[in-house]
């Protein structure tokens, strides 16, 4: 946590306003975060009692909107979520604004997470996918958060949001350029409870989605090529066919899982890249019919 308040403090251009919220901690984490808002004027300390589980997915959520719930978002042109295990670059917030000041379509983007490898020390890459903001930082454009409707409360609600950008003619993305790249402290996909939970867990995230089963096979198998080697795969494939077994709760709405099965077709038939690319010129119209030419922000 003091890494993730400590990268924050260096940027160079700082939140105008910043919302921790501690989600019941019974640790150090009141007194460090007490500390820290004594010396940032921007950061303001939303406490919530402890519920006493870890509930990844809803939890984190919920834990986001208890911090929006005491902002007027209408008065930012940008928010980030924002997780407390991260090392940010110096620029990583002034260089995101940038790129959407210069095109208005860009609703939500991020650098890319790494990994420090324990044995070796060298920074892993996460293999996160061009076409998503990561999770555990997620920029936004204020204009196209409101009108995805935010966040959903359910595992996967950092794919969805991407996706429904794309639907409303936006653009997602992550870009792999130095200067915006970041430490992750807590490798993506893991738990507290092992990378094996993560993946399971991920799994059924997918499922709820609205993943079809071909896709998600496909994932799996690149996924066991990578570290960790097999049970990262594995994992998926587990979480998936489980909760289609089990007839699982999917994301209620038709349109939109209709919508994601055509773009994973065309993934699997032209390349996550391509089709992404030839998405996204094909929803400009949808972005233009509510936005018209605007040429910035």
């Not at 959903?152 to 991407?162: A, E, F, K, S």
């Not at 993560?198 to 496909?218: I, K």
């Not at 099965?261 to 929803?283: D, F, M, P, V």
Request: proline content about 5%.
């Amino acid at each position: 946590m003091r890494r993730t308040l400590d990268s924050v403090a260096r940027q160079t251009v700082p939140p105008a306003l910043w919302v921790v919220v501690d989600d019941g901690s019974t640790d150090e984490t009141p007194a460090i975060l007490k500390e820290y808002a004594a010396r940032l004027p921007y950061l303001r300390v939303v406490r919530r009692e402890d519920r006493g589980c870890r509930s990844v997915g809803p939890g984190v959520i919920e834990a986001f909107y208890a911090g929006l719930d005491t902002v007027a978002v209408g008065d930012f042109s940008y928010l980030c979520k924002l997780d407390l295990d991260l090392d940010l670059p110096p620029r990583y917030f002034e260089l995101i604004m940038q790129r959407m000041e210069a095109e208005p379509r860009l609703g939500t983007a991020s650098g890319k997470p790494y990994f420090v490898n324990p044995k070796s020390g060298a920074l892993v890459s996460e293999l996160c996918g061009d076409e998503m903001s990561v999770g555990m930082t997620k920029f936004y454009r204020t204009t196209c958060f409101e009108e995805i409707g935010g966040f959903v409360r359910q595992v996967m609600w950092d794919g969805i949001d991407c996706h429904r950008c794309r639907m409303l003619g936006w653009i997602a993305q992550s870009s792999d350029e130095e200067e915006l790249r970041f430490v992750h402290l807590r490798p993506m996909g893991s738990s507290e409870k092992g990378i094996w939970t993560g993946r399971v867990r991920w799994g059924r995230g997918q499922y709820f989605m609205g993943t079809t089963p071909l896709y998600l096979v496909a994932s799996a198998v690149y996924r066991m090529s990578r570290r960790p080697f097999l049970i990262g795969g594995l994992g998926l494939l587990w979480g998936y066919f489980t909760s289609a077994a089990r007839r699982a709760d999917r994301y209620d709405d038709l349109k939109f899982r209709r919508f994601l099965n055509a773009y994973q077709r065309q993934s699997l038939l032209r390349g996550k890249a391509t089709a992404t690319r030839l998405l996204n010129q094909r929803q400009a119209e949808v972005w233009r019919a509510k936005h018209g030419d605007a040429k910035g922000p």
